[in-house]
C-alpha cells in the first residue's frame, strides 16, 4: 500500500497544500507537526522541515521511518540560476547535489565525501509523471540540477561558482538533504520547486514578494501529480 510523504521546508510552502485537504489529523514529534491526511483513499503525510539540511534530513527520515511513508514527494521554492528560468517557472530536479559540501583539501571534487557521490538522482518514474502532468495541464516545467546548501544564496559571485562547479540550474537548501536520506532508505523521491528569486543581489527582496505565489504555483502542480499516482 502506498504511502506518500509530501516536505516543505517553511510553513508558507505547505500552507497551499493543505489547503487541498479535509479531516487533518496532526500529530507532533521531534518538535514537528505532521499533518495525516487521506485523499482519494491514500493515506499522505505532509509535513514542513524548517529550513535547512539537518532538519530536512530529519524530516525525511521521520516520514519514512516513523509514519511509514514509502514515496516522498517535495514541493517549495527556490532561486534560479538558468536564465530561462524566470520567478514562478518551475523546474524538477534530475538530480541534486550539496554545493557547500568542501573536502577538496584532501582531493576530493566539490560536494563530494568518501561512501558518497556529487549527484543524487531522483525517481525517473516520478519524473516521468510529473512530465505527463505538466504537458497535460499545459505547464512549462524545466528539468534539471538543483543544488543545495546551508546559505540563503544572494551573490553573484556564489551563484557563478554553484552553476560553473555543478552545472547547476537552481538552488535551495533542502533538496539534496532529503535525497540523501531517501537515496540510502531506498525511496522514491522528487524534488518540485518553484522559482521565487535569482539568486543574485536582490535575491532577498524578490524572495520575500514572490514566495507565496510560487508556492502556490508548486503546491497546485504537486496535487496533480499526486492525483496521477492514485490513478
Do not use: W
Not at 543524487?120 to 516520478?126: A, C, F
Not at 502532468?133 to 553573484?156: M, P, W, Y
Request: proline share 2%; net charge negative.
Amino acid at each position: 500500500m502506498t504511502k506518500i510523504a509530501i516536505m516543505g521546508a517553511m510553513e508558507e510552502e505547505i500552507e497551499p497544500l493543505l489547503a487541498h485537504f479535509e479531516n487533518v489529523n496532526i500529530v507532533e514529534f521531534a518538535d514537528n507537526k505532521y499533518y495525516e491526511v487521506n485523499y482519494k483513499g491514500i493515506d499522505i503525510v505532509i509535513a514542513y522541515s524548517k529550513i535547512g539540511k539537518v532538519f530536512a534530513s530529519l524530516t525525511a527520515a521521520t516520514m519514512i521511518e516513523k509514519f511509514g511513508c514509502n514515496a516522498l514527494l517535495f514541493s517549495g521554492v527556490a532561486g534560479g540560476i538558468n536564465p530561462e528560468l524566470k520567478i514562478g517557472d518551475l523546474i524538477i530536479a534530475d538530480k541534486l547535489c550539496q554545493h557547500d559540501l568542501d573536502i577538496t583539501a584532501f582531493g576530493h571534487p566539490n560536494g563530494y565525501v568518501p561512501g558518497g557521490s556529487v549527484f543524487v538522482e531522483t525517481s525517473e518514474k516520478l519524473r516521468t509523471i510529473a512530465k505527463k502532468v505538466a504537458k497535460e495541464n499545459d505547464l512549462r516545467v524545466i528539468e534539471g540540477t538543483i543544488a543545495t546548501g546551508d546559505q540563503f544564496v544572494h551573490s553573484n559571485d556564489r551563484k557563478e561558482f554553484i552553476e560553473t562547479t555543478f552545472k547547476a540550474d537552481a538552488l535551495e537548501m533542502e533538496g539534496a538533504s532529503v535525497a540523501v536520506v531517501c537515496d540510502a532508505l531506498n525511496i522514491p523521491f522528487f524534488v518540485l520547486r518553484a522559482i521565487s528569486d535569482t539568486a543574485d543581489g536582490g535575491a532577498d527582496i524578490d524572495f520575500d514578494e514572490f514566495l507565496k505565489s510560487s508556492a502556490v504555483n508548486s503546491a497546485n502542480y504537486m496535487i496533480k501529480i499526486v492525483d496521477n499516482l492514485i490513478d
